[in-house]
């Protein structure tokens, strides 16, 4: 559906219909990350910074404190604010990228997955990635997956579409194709230390950076039952208490959508300062504390903010830019 708004033509940034913007990133690299390769185009250093000078021209980045102060007093500033926020916890959020928001003096939040904080595990759309690189770059056996599952898998797209089809319900099918393969994701993780550390995560907080909360292991929203979603996620907060770090911040895994009514009724009122993000784009909810995020890794941020506001613009003719909950 977006990208209707690449064939509508780019609005004009001057007209960003909200008084916030919220940008997401995975994470920044200029080197080839197997476990994330194949999920989306993350950024290089250069294209990040290229990022971030646009957005900052346009918009007035601040932190998580001053966003959440603004939201509940309803204020406004001369340019639409903006807070920078990354998922999933990964390590080049303390290698690359915050020395590159230190130099520009911008803020960034980082929600995270308590299950793989430390090295313990590796997210399962990450596992996905690598044995689908795996087999591209090493010349680990397609054969060898077809005989495990009776498939017919021809190349590596088709490859790719079955891994990443995968659903977190199935994820142990990863597990099982690894091991009939020969990878060692034990020993992936290891060797990548793909996460931050709680270490890590105390010590951006020392530099002024803020924590989340992203559900403890990445599951779809919709796929759980409503006791599995509450439970997923207030052991991600809770892990964040226990430990003397982060705001009273959750992003949702993948996205909010299909999460019901009374999760968000449950959700605030167990947590009343609690801000939550999903990744619809421009959009507003029907509760005023879940906002939406751009998704920032399809291209550059001049492209995606443009075409997310001639998408807005066009929904609006429509009145399709809130969520309603059912
Ligand atoms: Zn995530």
Redesign the pocket.
């Known amino acids: 559906m977006r990208n209707m708004a690449l064939i509508l033509g780019g609005g004009s940034v001057k007209d960003f219909p909200l008084p916030y913007c919220i940008p997401l990133y995975?994470t920044v690299s200029d080197e080839h990350l197997p476990h994330l390769k194949h999920l989306y185009d993350y950024r290089n250093t250069q294209q990040f910074e290229k990022d971030l000078d646009f957005m900052a021209r346009h918009f007035n980045f601040i932190s998580y404190r001053e966003f959440a102060e603004r939201l509940s007093q309803d204020k406004k500033g001369a340019k639409p604010a903006a807070l920078l926020t990354f998922?999933?916890g990964f390590s080049e959020f303390k290698d690359i990228i915050i020395p590159i928001l230190e130099r520009k003096g911008i803020y960034a939040i980082n929600?995270i997955?308590p299950a793989f904080t430390g090295q313990t595990d590796l997210?399962f759309r990450c596992k996905a990635s690598v044995i689908l690189d795996m087999v591209i770059n090493k010349g680990f056996s397609l054969k060898k997956i077809n005989e495990m599952t009776g498939l017919r898998l021809a190349n590596s797209g088709q490859l790719k579409q079955y891994l990443l089809h995968i659903s977190y319900g199935k994820r142990s099918v990863l597990d099982r194709l690894a091991t009939g393969l020969g990878i060692d994701f034990r020993e992936f993780i290891r060797n990548h230390r793909p996460y931050m550390d709680l270490d890590d995560l105390k010590l951006a907080e020392t530099r002024g950076f803020g924590i989340g909360a992203?559900s403890w292991d990445?599951p779809y929203y919709a796929s759980l039952g409503p006791e599995q979603q509450f439970e997923t996620t207030e052991k991600s907060l809770q892990y964040l208490k226990e430990n003397h770090i982060g705001e009273e911040a959750f992003?949702f895994?993948?996205t909010d959508f299909g999460v019901k009514k009374q999760f968000f009724e449950r959700l605030y009122s167990r947590n009343p300062e609690l801000i939550s993000f999903g990744t619809a784009g421009i959009k507003t909810d029907s509760f005023p504390r879940n906002l939406q995020r751009i998704p920032m890794e399809r291209t550059d941020a001049a492209s995606i903010i443009k075409g997310e506001i001639a998408y807005y613009q066009f929904k609006e003719r429509l009145g399709k830019n809130k969520i309603e909950r059912g």
Request: hydrophobic share 35%; aromatic share 18%.
């Open positions: 995975h998922d999933d929600f997955n997210m992203h990445h992003a895994p993948f």
